[in-house]
Nanobody, 126 residues
Framework: QVQLVESGGGLVQTGGSLRLSCAAF????????MAWFRQGPGSEREFVAS????????TYRDSVKGRFTISRVNAESMMYLQMSNLKPEDTAVYYC???????????????????WGRGTQVTVSA
């Protein structure tokens, strides 16, 4: 079992920055990949970024490449999402998720993730 707790959301102006954090509890942290997903108003939840169990492989959706950076500190059981140059279309509830598999590179599909946090709201004003 894995429990996940997100923090760091808030209200920011277009062009601003935020850093989201995800604390993990339970299963040994360096045995599973992690990811961030988001769900905007009236939209389905979508993949944002993933990171392999070691942190050596990262994957991003095209619209956030060059603006968002995913990272993890295994010794602290923490994952982060540094978001820069934020745009109104980034407004969403952001969820961290833990891969149900063992030491994978970081899938992009929601079904591969068996554990989810409750989410943190990010609002970008125009």
């Amino acid at each position: 079992q894995v429990q996940l707790v997100e923090s760091g959301g808030g209200l920011v102006q277009t062009g601003g920055s935020l850093r989201l954090s995800c604390a993990a509890f339970g299963r040994t942290f360096n045995t599973y990949a992690m990811a961030w997903f988001r769900q905007g108003p009236g939209s389905e939840r979508e993949f944002v970024a993933s990171i392999s169990w070691s942190g050596g492989t990262t994957t991003y959706r095209d619209s956030v490449k060059g603006r968002f950076t995913i990272s993890r500190v295994n010794a602290e059981s923490m994952m982060y999402l540094q978001m820069s140059n934020l745009k109104p279309e980034d407004t969403a509830v952001y969820y961290c998720a833990a891969d149900r598999g063992y030491r994978r590179l970081g899938p992009r599909t929601q079904d591969e993730y068996g554990y989810w946090g409750r989410g943190t709201q990010v609002t970008v004003s125009a």
